[in-house]
């Protein structure tokens, strides 16, 4: 699965991993500083469609009270020039401040961790272990910028009801969001929020190259008191460390 066309992906991945490497690890990047903030849920209410602002407002707010949170994860990535669609499947975990932990499990295990100094991605298989400044990170977007507690989602991004409707079918609230910056490696975010607990059950992004990530949430559970020891990491012995240099 190459995915060069991320040329300004977080990370900085595509300009030095190998094509097996990058197969594997950037999709578990780019989903875990894209999607991160679409996790936290609002509180329940009545049945009543919310207008736009207030439904926006409602989600900043929840995450700015949000102390960690946990949750299963089933990420499927389509590469438009192969016509192939990967699964992986997950457990992600976060710590506020600036912590978290993207633990793929199938089909093939990796690791995304992050904590407040370092972003490590450990490909088990591979016997590799990229390492990056976590500044680099949190600098790099505005989803980022949301997660790490400098950004607000109507500041940095344009919202709005997909196709002018605020549900669908099935009640679930549909929004679609722009980033404002330009040069942004992700073009469109779709969020699927459930009309009865304001949860986001499904997110979906693709890039200017047709290819589309769609990743789907359960089991969410929040302030559970997650421990700061989960989100430290130390290569195993034996495995190849790669530091990726500071972008240009």
Not at 47 to 62: M, V
Not at 71 to 91: D, L, P
Not at 145 to 172: M, V
Request: with cysteine; hydrophobic share 40%.
């Amino acid at each position: 699965m190459p995915f060069s066309h991320f040329r300004s992906a977080l990370f900085s991945i595509p300009n030095i991993l190998p094509a097996a490497a990058g197969r594997r690890g950037i999709c578990g990047v780019l989903a875990a500083l894209l999607t991160l903030l679409l996790l936290f849920p609002a509180p329940a209410l009545c049945a009543e469609t919310l207008p736009l602002g207030e439904l926006i407002a409602k989600t900043q707010e929840i995450y700015e009270k949000t102390a960690d949170l946990r949750a299963r994860f089933v990420q499927e990535a389509t590469i438009r020039s192969m016509k192939k669609t990967e699964r992986e499947e997950g457990i992600v975990y976060f710590k506020s401040p600036r912590m978290m932990l993207w633990d793929y499990r199938k089909p093939k295990a990796k690791k995304l961790v992050i904590d407040a100094r370092k972003a490590w991605l450990y490909i088990p298989e591979d016997r590799v272990v990229y390492v990056q400044n976590a500044e680099e990170v949190f600098r790099s977007g505005p989803a980022v910028k949301f997660l790490s507690g400098i950004g607000k989602l109507s500041e940095d991004f344009q919202i709005r009801f997909t196709n002018d409707a605020p549900r669908n079918a099935r009640g679930n609230y549909l929004l679609t969001l722009t980033a404002k910056e330009a040069g942004s490696p992700i073009e469109r975010l779709d969020l699927t929020i459930d009309g009865n607990s304001f949860q986001i059950s499904e997110v979906r992004f693709g890039d200017a190259y047709g290819n589309t990530t769609r990743i789907e949430f359960s089991d969410l559970r929040i302030n559970t008191g997650l421990s700061e020891a989960l989100f430290r990491f130390q290569p195993p012995a034996g495995v190849e460390v790669v530091s990726i240099p500071k972008p240009q």
